[in-house]
C-alpha cells in the first residue's frame, strides 16, 4: 500500500468541503421542500436543488479526478 502524496491529500480535502456543500445545499432545499405549503418564496429557494447539487457533484467528480494525475 502507497501513502498518499501531498496533493492527494489536498485533493481529498477539497472533495469533503464540497461534499459538506452539497449537503448544505441539500439541506436547505429540503427544508425550503417542507415548507413550501408555507410560503412561497422557499419554493424559488427549493426548486433549483437538484440541478445545484448535479452541478456540485459533477465539481467534485472533476477535482478527485485530477488529484489521481
Avoid: C, R, W
Avoid at 13 to 27: H, M, R, T
Amino acid at each position: 500500500m502507497q501513502a498518499k502524496t501531498n496533493k492527494e491529500n489536498k485533493f481529498e480535502l477539497i472533495v469533503i468541503g464540497i461534499a459538506l456543500l452539497a449537503f448544505v445545499v441539500g439541506l436547505v432545499g429540503h427544508l425550503a421542500g417542507a415548507s413550501f405549503a408555507n410560503f412561497a418564496t422557499f419554493g424559488y429557494i427549493a426548486a433549483p436543488t437538484p440541478l445545484i447539487l448535479a452541478i456540485i457533484a459533477f465539481v467534485a467528480y472533476k477535482v478527485a479526478a485530477s488529484a489521481e494525475d
